[in-house]
């Protein structure tokens, strides 16, 4: 059974910084890619960003780029977001996924994490 | 960007009764879409890829439909367990984009 765990959350000060990691077990985590996706409170889903199987290639959404890096440790099954310049409006529960094999959708769904960006 | 815009917003429906989800993308999309189901307090789930292709362990009720800019989720008969939000997404290029959920409840 697949099963992802994300870890990290937490209340942090606007301007601030968080690294959140998710655990992966119950597939061969170096073979899917893998992404994150966010939800504001009582609002939709957001993709935020994915990296390739391997790690080699890395995608943003805009509104993170140049202060959000995904990065992955296949030899730990650990997926990472590190989020720099925090800003009121990344606070949300944020969800690791796996990547489908079959195209950039999103096949599992770990329970998420809450991140809190307030003074 | 690709903006992925779903409606209703909210669809009022009766258990046992049909019910028909629209999703529609600012550009064309091909087949390249997801739905998915949300419950409260839940991670959203994998229903249907590929715009018609259900899930492992989705209900034959639930099926889709469309391709390049409109599509369509139909759920044939609810259950009291489809009440939930349902999102599109695309996966055609980047950024990858999600509608902003219809949320089905019961009349």
């Known amino acids: 059974e697949v099963q992802l765990l994300e870890s990290g959350g937490g209340l942090v000060q606007p301007g601030g910084s968080l690294r959140l990691s998710c655990a992966a077990s119950?597939?061969?985590?170096?073979?899917?890619?893998r992404s994150w996706v966010r939800q504001a409170p009582g609002k939709g889903l957001e993709w935020v960003s994915a990296?390739?199987?391997?790690?080699?290639?890395?995608f943003y959404a805009d509104s993170v780029k140049g202060r959000f890096t995904i990065s992955r440790d296949d030899s730990k099954n650990m997926l990472y977001l590190q989020m720099n310049s925090l800003r009121a409006e990344d606070t949300a529960l944020y969800y690791c996924?796996?990547?489908?094999?079959?195209?950039?959708?999103?096949?599992?769904w770990g329970q998420g994490t809450l991140v809190t960006v307030s003074s | 960007e690709t903006v992925m815009t779903q409606s209703p917003a909210t669809l009022s429906v009766s258990p046992g009764e049909r019910a028909t989800l629209s999703c529609r993308a600012s550009q064309s999309v091909s087949s390249k879409l997801a739905w998915y189901q949300q419950k409260p307090g839940q991670a959203p789930r994998l229903l249907i890829y590929?715009?018609?292709t259900r899930a492992i362990g989705i209900p034959a009720r639930f099926s889709g439909s469309g391709s390049g800019t409109d599509f369509t989720l139909t759920i044939s008969s609810l259950q009291s367990e489809d009440f939930a939000v349902y999102y599109c997404q695309h996966f055609n290029n980047w950024p990858l984009t999600f509608g902003q959920g219809t949320k089905v409840e019961i009349k």
């Open positions: 996924a796996r990547v489908s094999s079959s195209g950039w959708f999103f096949d599992s």
């Open positions: 990296i390739v199987g391997g790690g080699e290639r890395t």
């Open positions: 119950g597939f061969t985590f170096s073979s899917f890619a």
């Open positions: 590929g715009a018609s």
